[in-house]
């Protein structure tokens, strides 16, 4: 099993741009989460879902859009990135009779100039 | 406002010593306790957690200790090897709640 995979692992933009993250999970698992990681901020919340075709906001979902067409796959969009969504976005799954225990994608580092 | 803190941003102890790495949290709702363990380029893994209803878990070398009065947590690493230098971030649920609070995390460095 892969796990959890994030695609792409490095991508630079720019101001204005606009692109997708993808993360795919093999291990069948209901949630999916989407985390963006900053320098002295831990891991904050942006959005998740909690089955396909559901999504909800997390704690700093402005700016971003998602979407959970198959189980599988959970897609992260930035429609008009600015350089304070410079970061690096983790994805994360796990099964809803262990929904405490994540299962974390390697990161994807996004830099916006 | 982060509602878990971790307050030590590093930490380095010598291998085979104890490394105690603390967490604090202001969210009484808060009843189940996670901390996981980070390399460099890597997401974060699942390493140890602990229910309220208990004050303390222990899986091999790491044992998490709860104190809920003053909403305090902690992490020791016994006896600490090179491999375990890492960061380490602890996090927080509320029952019923899909979502983790995280902290900032605390990066550990065992020295030979």
């Known amino acids: 099993n892969a796990g959890v995979t994030q695609t792409p692992k490095f991508r630079v933009l720019k101001t204005g741009q606009s692109m997708t993250l993808l993360c795919a999970q093999d291990?069948?698992?209901?949630?999916m989460y989407w985390y963006r990681q900053d320098p002295g901020m831990g891991l904050r919340l942006i959005h998740y879902?909690?089955?396909?075709?559901?999504?909800a906001k997390g704690e700093v979902p402005d700016g971003y859009n998602v979407s959970r067409l198959k189980k599988q796959n959970f897609l992260l969009g930035l429609e008009s990135a600015a350089p304070s969504q410079t970061s690096v976005y983790f994805c994360?799954?796990?099964?809803?009779?262990?929904?405490?225990?994540?299962?974390f994608g390697p990161g994807t580092r996004l830099t916006v100039t | 406002d982060q509602q878990v803190k971790q307050n030590s941003p590093s930490l380095s102890v010598q291998e085979g010593r104890i490394s105690i790495l603390n967490c604090d949290y202001t969210?009484?709702?808060?009843?189940?306790f996670l901390w996981y363990k980070k390399y460099p380029a890597e997401g974060p893994t699942f390493l140890i957690s602990?229910?309220?209803?208990?004050d303390k878990n222990e899986d091999g070398r790491f044992t998490v200790f709860l104190n809920k009065s003053a909403k305090h947590l902690s992490l020791h690493i016994v006896p600490s090897q090179p491999g375990d230098s890492a960061v380490y971030f602890c996090?927080?649920?509320?029952?019923?709640?899909?979502?983790?609070?995280f902290g900032a995390g605390t990066t550990v460095t065992v020295r030979a």
């Open positions: 994360a799954s796990n099964y809803y009779g262990t929904r405490y225990e994540q299962y």
């Open positions: 291990m069948n698992h209901e949630y």
């Open positions: 879902s909690v089955g396909e075709g559901t999504t």
């Open positions: 969210n009484s709702m808060f009843d189940y």
């Open positions: 602990i229910s309220s209803i208990k």
């Open positions: 996090a927080a649920s509320g029952d019923n709640d899909y979502k983790l609070s």
